[in-house]
Each structure stands twice: as structure tokens, then as C-alpha cells.
């Protein structure tokens, strides 16, 4: 067992070698029965016995009460989000959940296909750096149950405490964090944990549950999803996972010997207090995570940026060291997850992986002890005359102009050159090929050249084919490592965690106008802005192979693509029901599936899900654009051509607005946007979202800066970029 590698992994995470052990040696013959456990029926008197002493253990290291219910399941924990709201919440009732990270947003978008959900608490405002306190907790009076993640995984974000909700049943999902430390399984109705983390192996999810919460089942909910009928059958309805079931076993077995959950929570408190020193004793390594709000379970540090991520270094993990960082998926950092029985002894593993990289960093001519740490304490808004400026700028103070951070990552896309390229090859153009079409191919032939050396990776407003993948790929081509996500917010965090080179989110259209989400996650991420498309748009109605054309009873889209072929519907399809999802690709998907469906989307999720165009462009107005924005961490240079965007909040006083936009008039700088949008201060405050023609470097606009920000409470330079070329 010398080879064996420290294990750092969320999940699957390591076993205890004993255990892997026991289960090598009975793997051909179970205890002298002639066969494996793989291999025998799970109603044979053999198996019963593994299951009833898997339970039995389960039940004595946690003392769960005779009125719970313990069931063994398939599907992991993220099957428990739909199957949850199915038990235990009825139709047309109510349940409250609690934000504090991405596994609890996915039970909270689940549980919102069943139901209403009411987003108790978000840590969001903290940018999931710390919990809120329960007394700021908005509970409704008649909730079916409430909903909380007690650990985040990915975030490293975790309770300390259990909430207090009255009656109400509470709900956690305990993956990363049951066995961990002893538990009062009575103040729950139901807990539920993949066994990937401290149980057993992957594909097995642990239930236990108040048996007054049985039978609640709506009369919907698939007879396998029955929390009721899995426990009136031992959970053996149809044939469980019983290897996975087995090796929860031998665990439990394990972790008695050990001395059970209190043994645990002593080894576990050691481990996570090594990894906390060594990190906040770091130059280099910063945990942003409130310190009353640390996960035990799950470490992330990160690095000051994104420049420091392992793709940049060559430095080999020493071969006693993990075989897998476990690198969060949106956060540019190094995640230790000290789950189940990743070794007390091996955490010096991590501290002197980091001393091994810092050095080398001083041998690569980089800083290493001189680099200026990120703040350890969450961001907070500074106090002063007026906390707007904390709220507009976190860091900033009134009457300071201030320019989102600038990370300075490796430069593999500099916007400069590109814009000057492109620009260039246009003007020298004399055909055949029009301008737009040469612009293509040198975006092409730029994308791959780039590629060569380092490809680069974009996160857009998701999923495959929507008119953000189709803006990200015009801007960059099609060289790029391209990754979807779920919502605006999510484009933000990978770009500002370096998990992502660059991210593209819609901005503005020409016919609907701005898109609320990007401007308030700007109000929110310290980011900048480096770039911008303009995309035509154009919708085509859309149908599948087996779609019947003369019996179509619904079209899906997007609802901004509904109101901008609102007209053309009237007139072609004016009984048809429209019907609204949360993407124009999530509707090009659907249509597959249906007969009698179709959908308005654009021609890359028409080519991706193989779709025919019934009818093409039938948006109401042939000009229909839409503007993306092109985030990073990179501030470029001024090319001569260029757009800036700022924020401003300035005091509640009769002509404000009037002075904040003086300075352009008199300059003549030529704006070409201006929005309001709530403050994150106070009731009735706004911020201005201004963007204008010029570079924030040019002595003029300097000094236009300089004045507005001598009347502002504060002034945020997001960023100046190049204009959109094509």
C-alpha cells in the first residue's frame, strides 16, 4: 500500500484501506459462500443480513430515533431534489429553501418544477461568502418544509448550527458533512446524503427520514420515487445497488471501531484546522470564507489570479501527493476535500505542494512572498458619508474613482490586436468577399493560431445554441473551449474565480431592451469589461422529423423571442398556445420530443438538435440586434476606436442627474447608453450605467471622470474596449 496517493477528491473520495482491503479479499467468496456480493440476490438471506447490519450500524453511530425511517436508494442527491417537492410538497403548497451555494441553487431550480419555492435566505449578497443570520430569514407561516444545504461542496461554505424552524420539517442534504462529527438526527424530518463522501462509493444515496413524513406522496409522483413504498419494501422495490450498500457496510462497521462520530468530529476538526493554518499563513493563498462560516469538510483557497492556476506551471504534484486537486469547477483554486478518510497525516502535503509552487515562482522571475493579497475578510461594503459607495464599489470609499480590478492573467487574446487586425484586413479589402465575410475568416485563423499556444476558455449564458454561444463564437471562433452555464450570474463567477478565460452575457436589444441581470451582476462581481458583439438576430419557426406542420398546438421559445415575433404569430398563428422556457435552445430541444410542437430559435440551434425552418426570419423588425458584453480580466489598451462603460451612484439632490451629465455635453463625448438600476443600499437609491464614446485614458475623458466623480458618491470604470467590429 506505499503507492497508494493522498486522496484530496469531493468525491468519489478515499476509502479507508481496511475496508478496500476486506472488500478485495471477500470480492470472489463472501465469507465462504461461494460467490460475491455482486453476484448474490439482494432477497437472499445473505444479502438481508448485509443490509440489516449495514442499518443497524448507521442507526448506532448516529442514534437515529425509532421513528425514523432509514432507506438505501439509487439515483445520489441530486435525484433528492425532485424527489423531496414530489413527497413533501403538495400541490399548490409552499416550501422554503435557502440559498448558500450552487448545490443548494440546483434543489431551489428542481424544486421549482413542482411547486412554489420560497428563497428563505441568500448568501448571494455576500457573494456566498458568509450565511446569513437566521433572524434575517424571510419564513412563510405555512411552509410544507424548509430546504438547506448544510455544507457547500464547491463553495466550502457551512453551518455550524442548525436552523430552528418550529414545526416546520427541516430538510438537509448531508452529503459532504453526515458521519463527519456526532449529529441530533431528531431536529430533522428528513436528511438525505450521496455516499460518495463519507459513506461509501458512488451510485447509493442515504434517506432517513420521520415516518409522519411518509405517505405524503403526491399522486404524480412515480411509484420508485415513493418515499412510502422504498420504506414498506426495505428499500428493496426493485434490486437496490448492493455492492454500494455493502461497502456503506463495511465503512459503518469501520467507523465504529474507530471510535464512531465523536472520534470522527476529532479527527476532522484536526485536519481542517492544519489546512486553515496553512493557507492563512500563506503569501500567496487566501480563503475568502467568513471564519465562522468554514467548511470543515471542503478547503478552497484560491489564488490572487488567474495567471496562477495550474495550467501556468510546471510544477508536478509530488507522486505521494493527491492524484486529483479537485479544483472547484468555478473557482480558480485548490479545493481539499477532507471527507471520510482523507488521512490527518496527509494534509503537510498541501502546504509543501504550495511552498514548491511559490518558489518556483521566484525562480520564474514572478513575486512571490511580495504579492498583495485579496482581502481574507468577505467583501463589505466601506461605511462613510454614504454606504452607496460600499455598495456600488466594495473597497471604495466616497469620492474615489475606481476601476475594476485588473487581474493581470497571461494575455493569450489581446482585444487590441485583435480589433486592429480585423479593422485593417477590412479596409484593405477590394473583394469578392465582402467585409463581414473576411472578418469571419480571420477571426477563424486568429482563434486556431491562438489555440496553438494555449486554448481558451469562455463560459456563456447557456445551453448549447443559443444566440450567446453563437455571439461568443463570432468574437472568438470556433478554436475555443466553449462551456454553457445555467444563469448570467454563473458566467460572472467563473470568470472572476479564473476557472474561465473570458465570458460573454447579453447586454442589451435593440427592440427590448437591457438585460437587468448582466447590469446587476456587475453591481455585485468586481469584473471587467474588454469587449462587445453586436449579433443580428434572426428568428426561424422551427420543427422536428415528426413534427405534423398543419397540426401544431403550442411554440416554445424564449419569452423576449416571443415578443419580438409577436406580430408574426398574431398573423400566422393566432390560436396557437406560446409557450415560455428559459432558453430558445431549451425549446429547439423539446420539439424532438413532441409531435405538435414547434420553436423560434436561431440557425445554430436548428443545425445542433437537426431542426427544419417552416418559415425563416419572422421577427417583427428586420434590425432586430442584440448586444453581448465580453468579460475578463484584462484591461486593454486604448485603440483609437473605443467604447467606455462606468457605474456612478451619486446623492439623492434635486438636479443630480443633470450634473452627472454636463461634463459630457460640454466635452462632447458622445453617449450611447444610459440605465438606472436599484442600488444595493438602501430603499429607493439608484446607480447609473453609462456607456460612452472614448478610452478612459484619453486626457479628455480622464478629466470628465475627474469631475463627475468630484459630485458622485462613487465612480466604477468597468471597463473601455474596443468598438464592435461587425
Same mark, same amino acid.
Given at each position: 500500500?506505499n503507492?497508494?496517493?493522498?486522496?484530496?477528491c469531493?468525491?468519489?473520495a478515499?476509502?479507508p484501506?481496511?475496508? $478496500?482491503?476486506?472488500?478485495?479479499?471477500?470480492?470472489?467468496?463472501?465469507?465462504?459462500?461461494g460467490?460475491?456480493?455482486?453476484?448474490?440476490?439482494?432477497?437472499?438471506?445473505e444479502?438481508?443480513?448485509i443490509?440489516?447490519?449495514?442499518?443497524?450500524? *448507521? +442507526?448506532d !453511530? &448516529?442514534s437515529i430515533?425509532?421513528n425514523?425511517?432509514v432507506?438505501?436508494l439509487?439515483?445520489?442527491?441530486s435525484?433528492?431534489?425532485?424527489?423531496?417537492? %414530489?413527497? *413533501? !410538497?403538495?400541490?399548490?403548497?409552499?416550501?422554503?429553501?435557502?440559498?448558500t451555494?450552487?448545490?443548494?441553487?440546483?434543489a431551489?431550480?428542481?424544486?421549482?418544477r413542482?411547486?412554489?419555492?420560497n428563497v428563505a435566505?441568500?448568501a448571494?449578497?455576500?457573494?456566498?461568502?458568509?450565511?446569513?443570520?437566521?433572524?434575517?430569514?424571510? $419564513?412563510s407561516k405555512?411552509?410544507?418544509?424548509?430546504?438547506?444545504?448544510?455544507?457547500?461542496?464547491?463553495?466550502?461554505?457551512?453551518?455550524?448550527?442548525?436552523?430552528?424552524?418550529?414545526?416546520?420539517?427541516?430538510?438537509?442534504?448531508m452529503?459532504?458533512?453526515?458521519?463527519?462529527r456526532p449529529?441530533?438526527?431528531?431536529?430533522?424530518g428528513?436528511?438525505?446524503?450521496?455516499?460518495q463522501?463519507?459513506?461509501?462509493?458512488?451510485?447509493?444515496? /442515504? /434517506?432517513?427520514?420521520?415516518?409522519?413524513? &411518509?405517505? #405524503?406522496?403526491?399522486?404524480?409522483?412515480?411509484?420508485?420515487?415513493d418515499?412510502?413504498?422504498?420504506a414498506?419494501?426495505?428499500?428493496?422495490?426493485?434490486?437496490?445497488?448492493?455492492?454500494?450498500?455493502?461497502?456503506a457496510? %463495511?465503512?459503518f462497521?469501520w467507523?465504529?471501531?474507530?471510535?464512531?462520530?465523536e472520534?470522527?468530529?476529532?479527527?476532522?476538526d484536526?485536519?481542517?484546522?492544519? $489546512?486553515?493554518q496553512?493557507?492563512?499563513a500563506?503569501?500567496?493563498?487566501?480563503n475568502?470564507i467568513?471564519?465562522?462560516? +468554514?467548511?470543515?469538510?471542503n478547503?478552497?483557497?484560491?489564488?490572487p489570479?488567474?495567471a496562477w492556476?495550474?495550467?501556468s506551471?510546471?510544477?508536478?504534484?509530488p507522486?505521494?501527493?493527491?492524484?486529483? #486537486?479537485?479544483?472547484?469547477?468555478w473557482?480558480?483554486c485548490?479545493?481539499r476535500s477532507?471527507t471520510?478518510?482523507?488521512?490527518a497525516?496527509?494534509?503537510?502535503?498541501?502546504?509543501?505542494?504550495?511552498s514548491?509552487r511559490r518558489s518556483?515562482?521566484d525562480?520564474?522571475?514572478r513575486?512571490?512572498?511580495?504579492?498583495a493579497?485579496?482581502?481574507?475578510q468577505?467583501?463589505?461594503?466601506h461605511?462613510?458619508a454614504?454606504? #452607496?459607495a460600499g455598495?456600488?464599489c466594495?473597497g471604495?470609499?466616497?469620492g474615489q474613482?475606481?476601476?475594476?480590478?485588473?487581474r493581470?492573467a497571461a494575455?493569450?487574446?489581446?482585444?487590441?490586436a485583435?480589433?486592429?487586425?480585423?479593422k485593417?484586413?477590412?479596409?484593405l479589402?477590394?473583394?469578392? %468577399?465582402?467585409?463581414e465575410?473576411?472578418a469571419?475568416?480571420?477571426?477563424?485563423?486568429?482563434?486556431?493560431?491562438?489555440a496553438l499556444?494555449?486554448?481558451?476558455? /469562455?463560459?456563456?449564458?447557456?445551453?448549447?445554441?443559443?444566440?450567446?454561444?453563437?455571439?461568443? &463564437?463570432?468574437h472568438f471562433?470556433?478554436?475555443v473551449?466553449?462551456?454553457p452555464?445555467?444563469a448570467?450570474?454563473?458566467?460572472f463567477?467563473?470568470?472572476?474565480?479564473?476557472a474561465v478565460?473570458?465570458?460573454v452575457?447579453?447586454?442589451e436589444?435593440?427592440?427590448?431592451?437591457?438585460?437587468?441581470?448582466? !447590469?446587476?451582476?456587475?453591481?455585485? =462581481?468586481?469584473?471587467?469589461?474588454?469587449?462587445e458583439v453586436?449579433?443580428?438576430?434572426?428568428?426561424?419557426?422551427?420543427?422536428g422529423e415528426?413534427?405534423?406542420?398543419?397540426?401544431?398546438?403550442?411554440?416554445?421559445s =424564449?419569452a423576449?423571442?416571443l415578443?419580438?415575433?409577436?406580430?408574426? *404569430?398574431?398573423?400566422?398563428?393566432?390560436?396557437?398556445?406560446?409557450i415560455?422556457?428559459?432558453?430558445?435552445?431549451?425549446?429547439?430541444?423539446?420539439v424532438?420530443s413532441?409531435?405538435?410542437s414547434?420553436?423560434?430559435?436561431?440557425?445554430?440551434?436548428?443545425?445542433l438538435?437537426?431542426?427544419?425552418?417552416?418559415?425563416e426570419?419572422?421577427?417583427d423588425?428586420?434590425?432586430?440586434?442584440?448586444?453581448? %458584453?465580453?468579460?475578463?480580466?484584462?484591461e486593454?489598451?486604448?485603440?483609437?476606436?473605443?467604447?467606455?462603460?462606468?457605474?456612478v451612484?451619486?446623492?439623492?439632490k434635486?438636479?443630480?442627474?443633470?450634473?452627472?451629465?454636463?461634463?459630457?455635453h460640454t466635452?462632447g463625448?458622445?453617449?450611447?447608453r444610459?440605465?438606472?438600476?436599484?442600488? #444595493?443600499s438602501?430603499?429607493?437609491t439608484?446607480?447609473?450605467?453609462i456607456?460612452? /464614446?472614448?478610452?478612459?485614458q484619453d486626457?479628455?475623458?480622464?478629466?470628465?471622470l475627474?469631475?463627475i466623480?468630484?459630485?458622485?458618491?462613487a465612480?466604477?470604470?468597468?471597463?473601455s474596449?474596443?468598438?464592435?467590429v $461587425?
Open positions: 500500500m503507492k497508494r496517493a493522498f486522496n484530496f469531493a468525491g468519489p478515499a476509502l484501506e481496511p475496508v $478496500l482491503q476486506r472488500a478485495q479479499a471477500e470480492l470472489l467468496d463472501w465469507q465462504g459462500k460467490l460475491s456480493v455482486m453476484e448474490m440476490s439482494h432477497r437472499s438471506d444479502f438481508v443480513s443490509a440489516e447490519k449495514a442499518e443497524q450500524d *448507521l +442507526r !453511530l &448516529l430515533p425509532s425514523y425511517r432507506l438505501f439509487q439515483g445520489g442527491a435525484q433528492q431534489f425532485a424527489q423531496i417537492p %414530489l413527497n *413533501l !410538497l403538495p400541490e399548490g403548497g409552499k416550501a422554503d429553501y435557502v440559498d451555494g450552487i448545490w443548494s441553487r440546483k431551489i431550480d428542481e424544486a421549482r413542482f411547486g412554489n419555492v435566505a441568500s448571494k449578497p455576500n457573494d456566498y461568502f458568509s450565511i446569513p443570520a437566521q433572524r434575517d430569514w424571510q $419564513l405555512d411552509a410544507a418544509y424548509l430546504h438547506y444545504t448544510p455544507n457547500e461542496t464547491i463553495g466550502g461554505l457551512e453551518f455550524d448550527w442548525i436552523p430552528d424552524v418550529g414545526e416546520v420539517p427541516l430538510v438537509a442534504d452529503s459532504s458533512t453526515i458521519l463527519s449529529l441530533d438526527v431528531s431536529r430533522f428528513l436528511i438525505y446524503a450521496g455516499a463522501k463519507n459513506i461509501g462509493p458512488s451510485g447509493l444515496v /442515504v /434517506v432517513i427520514v420521520r415516518e409522519d413524513l &411518509l405517505g #405524503r406522496a403526491r399522486s404524480s409522483c412515480p411509484t420508485m420515487l418515499y412510502k413504498v422504498a414498506d419494501n426495505g428499500s428493496m422495490y426493485n434490486t437496490p445497488p448492493t455492492f454500494a450498500w455493502y461497502l457496510g %463495511l465503512i462497521q467507523m465504529k471501531e474507530q471510535g464512531g462520530v472520534a470522527m468530529g476529532q479527527v476532522n484536526r485536519k481542517q484546522r492544519k $489546512l486553515y496553512a493557507i492563512d500563506s503569501a500567496l493563498y487566501n475568502p467568513a471564519p465562522a462560516d +468554514r467548511s470543515w469538510m478547503v478552497p483557497s484560491a489564488w489570479t488567474s492556476t495550474s495550467r506551471w510546471p510544477v508536478p504534484r507522486a505521494a501527493c493527491s492524484t486529483s #486537486r479537485a479544483t472547484a469547477r473557482a480558480a485548490a479545493r477532507t471520510r478518510s482523507a488521512r497525516r496527509s494534509m503537510p502535503c498541501w502546504p509543501t505542494w504550495r514548491s518556483t515562482a525562480e520564474r522571475g513575486p512571490a512572498e511580495g504579492i493579497r485579496p482581502d481574507r468577505p467583501g463589505r461594503a461605511h462613510g454614504d454606504q #452607496r455598495a456600488l466594495p471604495s470609499g466616497p474613482v475606481r476601476v475594476a480590478a485588473r493581470r494575455v493569450y487574446f489581446p482585444p487590441r485583435r480589433a486592429w487586425v480585423l485593417h484586413i477590412m479596409e479589402n477590394k473583394g469578392p %468577399l465582402d467585409n465575410e473576411m469571419r475568416l480571420f477571426r477563424e485563423i486568429m482563434s486556431s493560431c491562438l499556444e494555449q486554448p481558451l476558455k /469562455v463560459a456563456y449564458l447557456g445551453p448549447e445554441g443559443t444566440f450567446t454561444q453563437a455571439a461568443a &463564437l463570432k471562433g470556433h478554436a473551449i466553449s462551456q452555464m445555467a448570467i450570474d454563473e458566467v463567477r467563473e470568470v472572476v474565480a479564473g478565460n473570458f465570458g452575457v447579453p447586454v436589444n435593440s427592440t427590448e431592451g437591457a438585460v437587468n441581470h448582466t !447590469l446587476d451582476s456587475f453591481l455585485e =462581481h468586481d469584473m471587467v469589461i474588454c469587449g453586436e449579433l443580428r438576430i434572426h428568428h426561424h419557426l422551427l420543427v415528426t413534427t405534423k406542420t398543419d397540426r401544431i398546438t403550442r411554440i416554445y =424564449h423576449q423571442s415578443a419580438q415575433c409577436r406580430k408574426w *404569430l398574431d398573423a400566422h398563428y393566432p390560436n396557437v398556445e406560446r415560455a422556457v428559459s432558453s430558445n435552445a431549451d425549446a429547439a430541444k423539446r424532438n413532441e409531435w405538435n414547434a420553436a423560434i430559435a436561431g440557425d445554430m440551434a436548428a443545425q438538435y437537426g431542426l427544419s425552418k417552416l418559415a426570419k419572422i421577427e423588425r428586420p434590425d432586430n440586434s442584440t448586444r453581448f %458584453l465580453i468579460i475578463g480580466s484584462q486593454v489598451p486604448p485603440t483609437g476606436d473605443d467604447k467606455t462603460s462606468i457605474i451612484s451619486m446623492r439623492n434635486p438636479g443630480a442627474l443633470h450634473e452627472l451629465l454636463m461634463p459630457f466635452n463625448i458622445d453617449l450611447t444610459i440605465e438606472t438600476r436599484p442600488s #444595493r438602501g430603499k429607493w439608484y446607480v447609473f450605467f456607456d460612452f /464614446v472614448g478610452h478612459h486626457p479628455l475623458i480622464k478629466d470628465v475627474e469631475r466623480n468630484g459630485e458622485a458618491v465612480l466604477k470604470v468597468l471597463g474596449y474596443p468598438k464592435a $461587425l
